[in-house]
């Protein structure tokens, strides 16, 4: 399938894309001030360059924006456009609240929703919250100020990982309209994330100074008209697991295994704008991966309400590629025991390998069906995979994870057993 990305090159776009190119789709990216391979150059403002980026879509993941009331005209140009390339589904990335907090660029995202609605196109519509990256963008403003300005208000920010895979998700679906909204793992006060901001960034010293927005976009603010708590995406990184990375992305780290002398290990948020994919995928923990946990773990179902990760519990963290440990990508795992001051784990995955069962026990993987929880936002069933057993890193993973029923781990704990019993390749 062929998709066009607008605003592929921005903060969140920079996830989507390679997300979507991992499942085997053609993917080009709209820029109107970038060149190069995969990326198409073309304006949705001024109209340029359209019909060729559009020429031969099947999907349009609509991500761009120009931060003001031009959006409104990038949308009636994009769907003009898109309507006569014949393209059979749009998406569309809104925010939670367009509706309800008086934002000249909320008033806009809201009549572009409006716009795609009767662009007489099939569309889908996601709305999102903060990501934490503007949250940190906010913060990191003021770094000159002796003071941190910062309104007493609710939020809930969230990751732009967990909004690229709810959106990969969405794009391999039927248009399905206005879907269910998307908020971070918590609704927090905007003063705690700015002690995460100051402690991250080490001067937890600065003074923080209450502010109040105008009238009316306070109010709506504090009535928590942005906020989503009901679609809140339990499990997933929070503001202060973005601090630790984005922080430790700054920090001179251990060099990769093999890497040439002086080589600085990569390190940053998916979400940080300047990072390339293969940066991103060189992120991981800070001490060296010391390789996959080989022999038999001692497993252990041991779930705690102590904000802490624990056995039994499915958390989001980095998991390096079996093939190369120096790279790898953040996705949910369900911790299964412990190693020294490692946590053990074994990937999760949403794609359903019932049906490719016989390809995937040829290449020596075994799945086991865990059902559907809040670690994946979408409410997919998940599968978790037994023949290979990670270390995660506890620091790597600050809080306590969705809770895997007891049974559930009994039996992938079973299938974990039978494997290295049966001496296959978890030896
Ligand atoms: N940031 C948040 O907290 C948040 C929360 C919820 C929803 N959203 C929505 O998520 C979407 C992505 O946000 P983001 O923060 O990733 O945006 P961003 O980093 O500001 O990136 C904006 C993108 O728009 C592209 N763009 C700007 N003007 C363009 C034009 N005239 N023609 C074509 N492309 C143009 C830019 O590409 P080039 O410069 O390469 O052309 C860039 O890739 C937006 O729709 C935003 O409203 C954001």
């Known amino acids: 399938m062929s998709i066009l990305v607008t605003g592929g090159t921005g903060t969140l776009g920079r996830v989507v894309v390679p997300e979507l190119r991992d499942t085997g789709a053609d993917v080009r990216v709209l820029s109107h001030r970038r060149s190069g391979s995969g990326i198409v150059t073309g304006d949705l403002v001024a109209r340029a360059g359209l019909p060729a980026a559009l020429r031969g879509v099947h999907t349009v993941v609509h991500l761009a924006t120009t931060g003001n009331a031009r959006d409104i005209r990038a949308m009636a140009n994009l769907t003009s456009a898109a309507s006569a390339a014949g393209v059979r589904h749009l998406i569309y990335l809104s925010i939670v609240g367009v509706d309800a907090v008086p934002l000249p660029y909320y008033r806009a995202k809201l009549e572009c929703e409006r716009q795609l609605q009767s ?50 998700q969405l794009a391999a679906e039927p248009p399905a309209g206005r879907v269910a909204d998307l908020g971070g793992p918590r609704v927090q006060r ?66 990769l295994p093999g890497a040439a002398p ?39 179902y041991a779930p705690r309400p102590d904000g802490r990760p624990d056995p039994g519990e499915i958390v989001w963290t980095w998991v390096p590629f079996e093939e190369d440990h120096t790279r790898g990508k953040d996705r949910p795992v369900l911790l299964v025991g412990r190693d020294g001051p490692w946590l053990l784990a074994v990937p999760l995955t949403s794609k359903d390998h ?66 290295v019993t049966e001496g296959t390749s978890l030896e």
């Open 262 to 300: 002086g080589a600085r290990r990569q390190d940053r948020h998916p979400g940080a704008t300047s990072r390339t994919h293969q940066e991103q995928q060189a992120s991981g923990p800070r001490s060296a991966y010391p390789g996959d946990f080989l022999g038999m773990p001692s497993l252990d």
């Open 119 to 168: 662009a007489g196109l099939p569309w889908t519509v996601l709305r999102a919250t903060q990501f934490h990256d503007l949250v940190w963008q906010i913060f990191a403003a003021q770094r000159r100020s002796p003071w941190l300005f910062v309104p007493d208000i609710p939020i809930q920010p969230v990751d732009t990982s967990v909004v690229a895979a709810r959106l990969v």
């Open 354 to 419: 019932d049906r490719d069962a016989a390809q995937e026990h040829t290449a020596g993987r075994e799945w086991v069906d865990v059902g559907s929880g809040g670690w994946d936002t979408a409410g997919r069933p998940s599968e978790a995979r037994v023949d290979r057993i990670v270390r995660v890193d506890p620091t790597a993973v600050r809080r306590e994870g969705a809770v895997l029923g007891r049974h559930t781990f009994a039996q992938v704990a079973a299938a974990i057993r039978g494997r």
């Open 190 to 255: 905007l003063l705690d994330l700015a002690h995460d901001f100051l402690a991250a960034t080490g001067r937890p010293g600065r003074r923080i100074v209450q502010t109040r927005l105008p009238g009316r976009i306070f109010a709506a603010y504090a009535a928590g008209g942005h906020l989503a708590p009901g679609e809140a995406a339990v499990g997933t990184p929070d503001f202060a697991d973005f601090c630790a990375r984005r922080t430790r992305a700054q920090e001179p780290a251990a060099p």
